[in-house]
């Protein structure tokens, strides 16, 4: 191979022949010229792996005017400087080649640790946030470049949905967890973002309202979903639970219902005592239902439960004249009205499932009454004791 000091002027004078010609610079061994019999005219750069002997060559770029003589030089002497150091830059073009993206962390995400782990709607709402949300920001990103303003920028971006904004931070904070586990990368990017402040929602029905509620249903054609919604209100259990319960779940002989691990949001199996009003609801059903039919409330497929309410549920509520009233705030109407009858926090949260005693608290506020009544009960005695007087 040629040696000659390389020079831009000199390397605009060379000319490409039949074979690939590699011209060396003599001012800095390692660092060279690539010609190729088409014109084609590379920087390059050859050293020696310290670690094995093996010999390297790393192409910087085509020479023109991207890559001007003077920076393809500066860049060859940082290479070479690495390699003399230790280091093999073509093993680390390599590595920062094959670098998995924030894309095959959500695909890992969700085989690895989502679908073994997660209840199927959860699966379908962070499939959901991955694709609408994260993959086309930053789906292409490095895992190992995301850093901390990447996060914040995207969080800011769906800042007008606070709750789903919230939400996918989670996700993100779940995700790049996992992947320091899986050696991916060293810390979390989305650690220390903070949350947009979320307004809880604390709807539930009076007595007054509840009474309409009841009343639709009564009248609602529809009386499978009617009583879908009646053991709702029952039990204060989520719809889903409801949905995809089981004939077999429930021992109407000591009036239980034993809710499977894979049905519950905490994926641990409930013991739920059923109220009078409850069980009679469902035996009431068990002795209309098909003999072979798995669920309490069967879809219109074959050995399918019912998927969804929403349009029985618009209909339910626009005939009760309840506006903004979720099939979820059912379970915040039963706990409600427990709690403002005088049950403590305790054995309503055991009821609902709760293992945070603040899940809870939320109903606090509403024992107020029943606590009222018991301090009349001692001003009550101090005014008969001084009426006597």
Request: proline share 5%; aromatic share 6%; charged share 25%.
């Amino acid at each position: 191979m040629p040696k000659q000091k390389l020079t831009k002027s000199k390397i605009d004078k060379i000319t490409a022949t039949d074979r690939e010609l590699v011209y060396w610079d003599e001012s800095l061994p390692g660092f060279g010229l690539r010609v190729k019999p088409n014109g084609t005219k590379s920087y390059i750069i050859q050293y020696r792996n310290r670690q094995n002997g093996r010999s390297k060559r790393q192409s910087i770029g085509q020479v023109g005017p991207l890559i001007s003589f003077a920076v393809a030089r500066k860049e060859a002497m940082r290479l070479l400087s690495q390699a003399a150091q230790g280091g093999d830059p073509v093993l680390d073009k390599q590595v920062a080649r094959q670098s998995k993206t924030v894309t095959d962390l959500a695909d890992q995400y969700l085989s690895h640790h989502a679908h073994p782990k997660k209840r199927p709607k959860s699966v379908a709402n962070d499939v959901s946030m991955l694709k609408n949300v994260v993959l086309p920001r930053i789906g292409m990103r490095k895992v190992k470049e995301v850093n901390h303003s990447d996060i914040q920028a995207l969080h800011n971006r769906i800042g007008r949905t606070p709750y789903r904004a919230n939400r996918t931070l989670a996700l993100l904070s779940k995700m790049f967890e996992l992947s320091i586990r899986w050696g991916w990368r060293t810390d979390n990017p989305a650690k220390g973002v903070d949350r947009f402040p979320e307004e809880k929602r604390h709807r539930w029905l009076s007595e007054d309202a509840l009474a309409r509620l009841t009343k639709a249903l009564d009248e609602h054609p529809n009386k499978t979903a009617a009583n879908a919604i009646r053991l709702q209100l029952l039990t204060g259990a989520r719809i889903g639970e409801i949905l995809t319960a089981k004939w077999g779940d429930f021992d109407l002989e000591r009036g239980v219902w034993i809710k499977p691990s894979h049905h519950t949001k905490q994926k641990r199996t409930e013991h739920l005592p059923l109220s009078t009003a409850a069980w009679a609801l469902l035996s009431t059903m068990s002795e209309e239902a098909e003999a072979d039919a798995p669920f309490i409330f069967p879809g219109r497929v074959t050995g399918q439960p019912i998927k969804d309410l929403k349009r029985f549920w618009k209909s339910v509520t626009t005939t009760a004249g309840l506006n903004d009233y979720r099939i979820h705030d059912n379970r915040h109407t039963h706990a409600s009205h427990l709690v403002s009858s005088g049950l403590s926090l305790p054995i309503v949260g055991k009821l609902l499932g709760h293992t945070n005693p603040m899940t809870t608290q939320r109903y606090a506020h509403l024992a107020d009454d029943p606590l009222r009544e018991a301090a009349e009960v001692m001003a009550q005695k101090l005014s008969r004791t001084l009426k006597s007087e």
